[in-house]
């Protein structure tokens, strides 16, 4: 079954970039799916960041304003998230995760991993 | 945006006792509606889509229903691995918007 693992920096700067990257196992980024980014701020809700299709096209949550690049390396079965200009609100738990084949649930998860923006 | 708001916030229920937890959509949401468990320091686990379908692995004490703007996440009779907090998401319409959760714990 495809297990998702997330990896990156636990700390970033603010005004840096945060960078993470999501490693499919037990199955090809390649496949007809897509594969998103969630976030979760400690203590708060879940919210979807954004989106790539194995064709390597993506949709992003518009809040974002263009912040967050989503890219793929099949060569590594992995995909990547880069948000730039961080400040202490994109504190939060990122979690990567598999779209649903027929719909837009999520299923399965990584265990997610906690970025901190700190000086 | 779409706003999912999940009532109550905190729902206190006995171990063996039915739980009934709702979500309600700002708009129709037809029957894109999935439910979430997700426990202290876990990844959330997906329990139901297309608003009443089981999930693989879900026991049959989860149940969902519900169309259009008001559904309903059921547990029949709680055990004690089911204390959690749960969440919907909507994704008939883009960007997909999760509800703020309901905390099950403990009566």
């Known amino acids: 079954q495809v297990q998702l693992q997330e990896s990156g920096p636990g700390l970033v700067k603010p005004s840096g970039t945060l960078s993470l990257t999501c490693t499919v196992s037990?199955?090809?980024?390649?496949?007809?799916?897509?594969w998103s980014w969630i976030r979760q701020p400690p203590g708060k809700g879940l919210e979807w960041i954004g989106e790539?299709?194995?064709?390597?096209?993506?949709n992003y949550i518009p809040s974002l304003k263009g912040r967050a690049i989503i890219s793929l390396d099949k060569s590594k079965n992995q995909y990547s998230l880069k948000v730039n200009s961080v400040t202490a609100a994109d504190t939060a738990v990122y979690y990567c995760?598999?779209?649903?084949?027929?719909?837009?649930?999520?299923?399965?998860w990584g265990l997610g991993t906690l970025v901190t923006v700190s000086s | 945006e779409i706003v999912m708001t999940q009532s109550p916030a905190t729902l206190s229920v006995s171990p063996g006792e039915r739980a009934t937890l709702s979500c309600r959509a700002g708009?129709?949401?037809?029957?894109?509606l999935a439910w979430y468990q997700q426990k202290p320091g876990q990844a959330p686990r997906l329990l139901i889509y297309?608003?009443?379908t089981r999930a693989t692995g879900i026991p049959a004490r989860f149940s969902g229903s519900g169309s259009g703007t008001e559904f309903t996440l059921t547990i029949s009779s709680l055990q004690s691995e089911d204390f959690a907090v749960y969440y919907c998401?909507?994704?008939?319409?883009?960007?997909?918007?999760f509800g703020q959760g309901t905390k099950l714990e403990i009566k």
């Open positions: 708009q129709s949401v037809r029957s894109s």
């Open positions: 790539i299709y194995h064709s390597g096209s993506t």
């Open positions: 037990g199955g090809s980024i390649s496949s007809s799916n897509w």
């Open positions: 998401q909507q994704y008939n319409k883009w960007p997909v918007d």
């Open positions: 995760a598999k779209n649903g084949d027929t719909g837009g649930w999520f299923d399965p």
């Open positions: 297309g608003a009443s």
